[in-house]
């Protein structure tokens, strides 16, 4: 209904090659995607079905378009009863995004105001380099069915990005509020062990420990620089069960959240240089469930699940702002019900409900 339509454009494929031996696979993929788009931002609402028709437009300049092409390949092998995979990719991205948010606030009065006063360019350009190693092998543990499983995974992203007053989608003389070149690596390593402890009860326990080091660099030398961090954490799981083909389960585990990275460094506020507090790169968050899933009636498979998660802090990066904005700790308790059902075998009904209270 909109007076100014989207008028999305898209464009994607994928190639894959792959062969095989008895014991072993390996593949090459590659794939594409590149669209754009014209985009119909807010209107204030004392204008609405006033001055500017319910579904009309402010500032017709607000667009975008986006590419995506990556190459990857994996490699596995069986030996006896041991896995080994090895994977990696290298993706190339890209974004260009023209907003206008706040039309006059920047710039002007609502009297003297042009349609394109306060619109901003953001522009994001990123190569990702990755890797991941992973194997896995059983063993015993007296009369005990242990399964091991270790491995390491590592990620480089190579950034950059920037923030520009804009006229009609061209970058504004005099414009740029913020660009920024960052490098940023990421390493983990884990490794978990399942055991089966009895016929009713199964254990999986796991440690990961990551590692995160960015180098920042951007026109304004207080908000440049460079600083890495880590963290370890733990997961513990038991299963117990089946008893008519239904399975209770407990999951404990550790995690975190990465803060954007030019967060870490940040001294000023890059639109009026004020100042402002660094953000700390990884976040602790912790969560925890208890559930039930069932096959007891044929052809249905349903899941019941508690859940909490709680987060140390979460940190929100202000687009049209080039700035981040830290938050207060977070936790999330709810109930989610999933269920799966094969009607026929050409046709299958699910039903999902979740209820989540976050605070």
Known sequence: PWEKPDDF???????????????????????GYDGDWQSTDQIPQRASGKTVPLFGYVDPSPNGDSSRYSLSGEYHHHSGSALTSLGAYLIRNNL??????????????????????DSFKQTDERLVYGIQLDHSRPSTWGERTLLWRYGLE???????????????????????????????????????????????????????????DADVNTEIQENSGQRDDSIV???????????????LYLNWGRGFHSNDARGWVASVDPANLEPVDAADPLVRAQGADIGVRTTFIQGLQS?????????????????????????PASQRTGVELANFYRLRDWISLELDLTFTSSE
């Open 9 to 31: 454009t898209k464009l994607n494929g994928l190639l894959r090659y792959s062969r095989s031996s008895a014991r072993s696979l390996w593949s090459l993929t590659a794939m």
């Open 96 to 117: 260009n995004l023209v907003s206008n948010f706040t039309y006059c606030l920047e710039y002007g009065t609502a009297e003297e105001c042009g349609v394109d006063d």
């Open 154 to 212: 590592g990620q480089y992203h190579d950034i950059d990005n920037g923030l520009t007053r804009a006229v009609q989608g061209v970058p504004r003389p005099g414009g740029l509020i913020a660009s920024y070149k960052v490098g940023q690596l990421m390493l983990g390593l884990y490794g978990d062990v399942e055991i089966q402890w009895s016929e009713k009860i199964r254990m999986l326990a796991g440690i990961r420990g990551d590692y995160y």
């Open 233 to 247: 954490s733990p997961k513990l799981s038991f299963v117990f069960g089946p008893w008519s083909r239904t399975e």
């Open 303 to 327: 899941t019941l699940t508690l859940f909490r998660l709680d987060l140390d802090s979460e940190l929100v990066f202000l687009g049209d702002a080039a700035t981040t904005e830290p938050g």
